[in-house]
């Protein structure tokens, strides 16, 4: 069984995206994510079975998990027992995450930026692979365009991939799937729409974004990280640090440059001015905050004009 649209929403913590817009992305017919990263595990199985009960147990609903956190293997198992379509990594890869996989049966996707990953990825077991160009917003794993990255990864994998990375219209859409692709994720798109987790202000945020806003942080991952200009990346711009109040000892390796988890805390928590706000660098292309339905019907209309 397919989804109806080759559409996969991306995973975005901390609290971006849950049950709220996985569901809805899922009843439009597409694939939804929640990201299990920088939340309790309680609350990533509240929110794995809202999205099952706002579904009604139909539609594609998948985890997300950050490599980076020290609570990887915690989360992704607690999802897996909760019986997700599939998990979905990035910013590292885990053998073991594609073993779990196997043992509570669950597929698992990697999150690459290279061929060399994605085979890797399929040598270990991926179902399917997601490649991210530098367009994205959040981590970036790569400095080169999906687009160039997007050919190398479809000649090396036998399994489906799907394209992510500046992806926003039908026109990128048939672009991708033209090449080969199996579906798009798109992340950026699906922050401007009623449904999702994240405070009016974040989405604010993303609606008054102008061309040449977003700007690249080193963060505490040790990643680049895509953001919409605010006080906060000026803060930090260069080797500014900040003082960290307290420490969640969240990830495996930390800068302590300032804290990632708390300048997303802060964001989501209503004061997008100064927290992070990760976003692609199309950002700016987005005018209004539609309903997720309402954003998936003008993809499609847009990508049967043109084929």
């Known amino acids: 069984m397919k989804p109806k649209v080759p559409i996969m929403q991306g995973g975005m913590g901390v609290k971006i995206s849950l049950s709220g817009l996985a569901s809805a992305v899922a009843n439009a017919g597409g694939i939804g994510i929640i990201s299990g990263t920088g939340i309790p595990i309680d609350e990533l ?21 950050l490599f980076a956190m020290n609570d990887f293997a915690e989360t992704i198992k607690a999802a897996m027992e909760e019986k997700v379509d599939f998990i979905i990594s990035g910013a590292g890869i ?11 049966n669950v597929p698992v996707i990697s999150i690459v930026s290279s061929a060399k990953l994605a085979k890797i990825s399929q040598r270990l077991g991926a179902s399917a692979v997601v490649v991210e160009g530098f367009e994205a917003g959040g981590h970036l794993g790569t400095d080169r ?13 036998d399994i489906p991939v799907i394209a992510a990375g500046g992806i926003l219209t039908g026109k990128d859409v048939a672009k991708a799937l033209k090449m080969g692709a199996s579906g798009v994720q798109m992340g950026t798109r699906f922050v ?3 449904e999702c987790d994240a405070p009016n202000a974040f989405k604010q945020k993303y609606i008054e974004c102008k061309s040449g806003d977003t700007v690249l942080v080193k963060t505490s991952v040790g990643l680049q990280g895509r953001a919409i200009q605010n006080s906060f990346t000026k803060s930090i711009s260069g080797d500014k640090k900040l003082k960290i109040d307290k420490c969640y000892s969240c990830l495996k390796q930390c800068s302590y440059r300032f804290c990632t988890l708390d300048s997303l805390m802060t964001s989501v928590q209503g004061d997008a001015e100064n927290g992070l706000v990760f976003a692609g660098s199309r950002v700016h292309e987005i005018k209004e905050i539609l309903p997720v339905k309402t954003i998936i019907t003008n993809i499609v209309k ?3 004009k043109i084929v």
């Open 45 to 65: 199985k509240y929110h794995i079975r809202k999205a099952r009960e706002l579904t009604k147990g139909l539609g594609y609903i998948g985890v997300n998990v």
């Open 192 to 194: 401007a729409s009623v």
């Open 302 to 304: 847009e990508y049967e």
């Open 94 to 104: 885990s053998r073991d995450m594609y073993s779990w996989g196997k043992q509570y």
């Open 145 to 157: 365009p999906l687009f160039d990255i997007l050919p190398d990864v479809l000649e090396t994998v």
